[in-house]
């Protein structure tokens, strides 16, 4: 039987004033990477419905392959219609995996940590990347942090102080390199905007945009395809 792949997204299309929402290719890349696998995959986000898409992630130098092929197939129509995260429950899938974008900042960190916890304690594949590992940051398993003693990465914090600049926040960011390793996780840093993915068993975690099907292919590999 096919593996079953949810990917995770947020559901807030707003952050610090600007236009926001789920970043495309930390969606798209994953998707490909897991239907190529021969995975069924679910879309779902924090409330369900339509999913926020950061119109930044489609601009000029950010928009993917993975981007147009998913629009020229009219496999975005699956972002009209995603499952709220509350319907979820780890016996209905074998990995779930947590898309960036800086929407998740807003509704991760508090909307994934129950299912991500619960996924997490009935050993299936937990994956994120960029800023989707801001889901993990409360995530626990038998009362400790799921990242404690665990090689993690995400978005760095160079990489952070890069898009305030490009984006004009007006406030820094979450840190998520800082939280991650307050929670106890061994941070490993790449080259700044280029891939780096890491496995600490079932546990797989993505730098940036660029690492999202690098992620993906590890979680294939904890799944065994």
């Known amino acids: 039987m096919s593996k079953k792949v949810v990917i995770l997204t947020t559901s807030a299309d707003t952050f610090q004033g600007h236009a926001s929402g789920a970043w495309m290719e930390e969606v798209t890349g994953p998707y490909y990477t897991f239907t190529g696998k021969g995975c069924e995959v679910t879309i779902a986000s924090i409330k ?40 979820l429950s780890p016996d209905g899938f074998d990995c779930i995996f947590l898309a960036g974008g800086h929407g998740t900042v807003v509704d991760f ?3 994934a940590a129950d299912i991500v916890s619960k996924a997490a304690a ?20 038998d009362g400790k942090p799921l990242v404690a003693g665990k090689k993690v990465c995400g978005f760095s914090n160079e ?52 690492s999202s099907v690098k992620a993906a292919e590890l979680c294939c590999e904890a799944l065994g395809l």
């Open 48 to 87: 369900g419905g339509k999913v926020p898409i950061d119109a930044f992630s489609l601009g000029e130098g950010f928009k993917t392959e993975n981007d147009t092929k998913f629009e020229t197939t009219g496999d975005i129509k699956i972002l009209e219609s995603s499952v709220a995260v509350s319907a």
């Open 109 to 111: 960190p508090d909307g």
């Open 122 to 141: 009935a050993n299936k594949v937990v994956g994120a990347v960029c800023h989707g590992p801001t889901g993990l940051l409360k995530a626990t398993v």
């Open 159 to 210: 990489e952070e102080a890069a898009v305030i600049g490009m984006r004009n926040f007006e406030e820094k960011i979450l840190s998520l390199e800082d939280e991650l390793q307050a929670a106890g996780g061994e941070y490993m840093p790449g080259a700044m905007f280029a891939p780096n993915a890491v496995r600490d068993g079932n546990l797989i975690t993505g730098q940036n945009p660029g």
